[in-house]
């Protein structure tokens, strides 16, 4: 059964950390809590001491509005903060200071769009600017765990939360929609994706006749699909057995795939939101928003569509490229030091992206440089590498960061185009292979075989076209 027969209805909470910002949301802690000994990134503000008092990074309102810009959203001239009071173990304070308030409070930002493939539109409830909780590490499985450990290094970490509508009707829709999410992140430089947990989700399920599920902190969009994949087939065993979808919490165990009840889901009133008295309310001016507009750098949908008019690549490729801003950077280098877009945009989308993806590495981490894509192109363009060979060459020097001539020279994968040479290893070949020389005297479809023979004696280095129009000269004269 589809899902949109279920019924299916997914909403997304998405939390962007603004690993851009050198410090904290609220106090001068350092952002990079990554590899520190836990429990060393944090100060009074951090874990709320009496007597301490937050203080808003300015850079965070500017990315903010960065990214509503970027979404279609309408951003509110007034800008306030709540507590929202919760005791759990990651919130030092017993309350998280955020900007949504169910009572009539506003959030940063409102009603925006994502348009994806299909195109469908969907739509994004609110953008909101908060502080990010502690990590919990958890000793054996969440349910049955012999121990919870917490690390206060993440405390107070500027993220902003973007929630959808209930727009999204399969797991594959979410996917989909978290990956255009992802490219419009990266193009405004303000997370990076590639760090983990630098964009959590949390997704809210519900199918027809059901009630709304929401799932905690998955860690990466692949697991988000898996995670309402399973909670689509649990909620339907549910409902076909007659049994009632609680609402309620769970947590998506990767190791065993399978969602884990947390805790009853709380409702709005439960979170006792209401002003933090130590922040005051800020204004945004229309010269405020007008000059982050003006930063606005180059989104994907843009970039696609300037690959294509610009360098005359096809629409697959410029849509893979504008994706990842690493990959267009990438290939406008590379056309810089020798123009031949068709070809680069080939071999960056067929080749060095898969292999990238087989190894789970970035762009970055890898050791091909634009000089050394735009010299194996130009050695197979003037036949001194075969397609193969070359290939050869390029996983090699992504390894190494050897320049594709010394590898080639070093293996002896140059191709070779003597032709007296050549012809010294057909000659070899007829020799040895009398019976097959026959063969193609009566029939054509058997020199292909030779052809073959001849290649493996030059070790795939010989051009193949020259290598068959020799054979038939030496055909012509044993017949």
């Known amino acids: 059964m589809e899902e949109n027969e279920l019924g299916t209805k997914i909403g997304l909470e998405i939390h962007v950390q603004l690993t851009c910002l050198k410090t904290k949301l609220f106090c001068g802690c350092s952002s990079n809590y990554r590899g520190k000994e836990p429990n060393t990134n944090l100060c009074p503000i951090c874990m709320g001491l009496p007597g301490s008092l937050p203080v808003l990074n300015e850079k965070a309102v500017k990315v903010a509005t960065l990214v509503s810009f970027a979404l279609s959203m309408h951003i509110q001239s007034r800008m306030l903060f709540f507590r929202k009071n919760y005791y759990y173990p990651d919130m030092p304070k017993n309350f998280q200071i955020t900007q949504y308030d169910q009572a009539g409070g506003v959030p940063f930002s409102t009603n925006g769009k ?66 255009k999410l992802k490219s419009i992140v990266e193009s405004l430089g303000i997370s990076e994706s590639s760090l983990e947990g630098s964009m959590r989700c949390d997704a809210n399920i519900s199918l027809k006749g059901g009630i709304r599920v929401e799932i905690k902190n998955i860690s990466s969009f692949k697991e988000v699909e898996r995670a309402l994949n399973f909670e689509i087939s649990r909620q339907k065993s549910l409902i076909e057995k007659g049994m009632k979808v609680k609402k ?77 801003k690493d990959f267009a950077v990438y290939f406008e280098q590379c056309n810089k030091i020798y123009q031949s877009p068709v070809e680069i945009s080939n071999w960056i989308v067929s080749d060095i992206i898969p292999s990238l993806s087989k190894k789970e590495i970035s762009l970055s981490k890898s050791q091909i440089s634009p000089n050394s894509l735009c010299s194996l192109i130009r050695m197979l363009k003037a036949g001194q590498l075969n397609r193969a060979t070359a290939k050869r060459v390029l996983n090699e020097s992504m390894e190494t960061g050897k320049l594709p001539e010394s590898i080639a020279k070093e293996q002896g994968l140059t191709k070779i185009v003597d032709r007296s040479q050549i012809e010294r290893v057909i000659n070899e070949v007829f020799e040895k292979n009398q019976p097959a020389v026959k063969d193609a005297i009566r029939n054509e479809d058997a020199i292909d075989f030779l052809v073959g023979l001849s290649m493996k004696a030059t070790k795939g280095q010989a051009d193949p076209k020259l290598i068959n129009e020799i054979i038939r000269e030496k055909l012509l004269e044993w017949s």
Not at 117 to 132: A, M, S
Not at 133 to 151: F, H, K, N
Not at 249 to 264: G, N, Y
Not at 281 to 308: D, G, T, V
Request: proline content about 6%.
């Open 114 to 179: 994502v348009v994806i493939e299909g195109p469908r539109q969907i739509r994004i409830t609110r953008i909101q600017l908060e502080e990010d909780p502690a990590r919990l590490v958890y000793e054996g499985t969440i349910d049955s765990s012999t121990a919870t450990l917490v690390d206060y290094n993440r405390a107070g970490i500027a993220l902003i939360e973007i929630v959808t509508e209930p727009d999204l009707r399969s797991p594959k829709d979410a996917r989909v929609f978290l990956d």
């Open 248 to 324: 309620e919490t769970r947590h998506w165990d990767e190791v065993r795939r399978i969602t884990v009840s947390l805790r009853t889901k709380e409702a709005e009133q439960d979170y006792r939101y209401f002003p933090e008295p130590d922040l005051v309310p800020i204004e945004l001016s229309n010269e405020f928003l007008q000059e982050i507009k003006c930063e606005m750098p180059e989104l994907p949908e843009a970039l696609q569509q300037r690959l294509i008019d610009q360098y005359s690549i096809s629409i697959s490729n410029a849509k893979i490229l504008s994706e990842n």
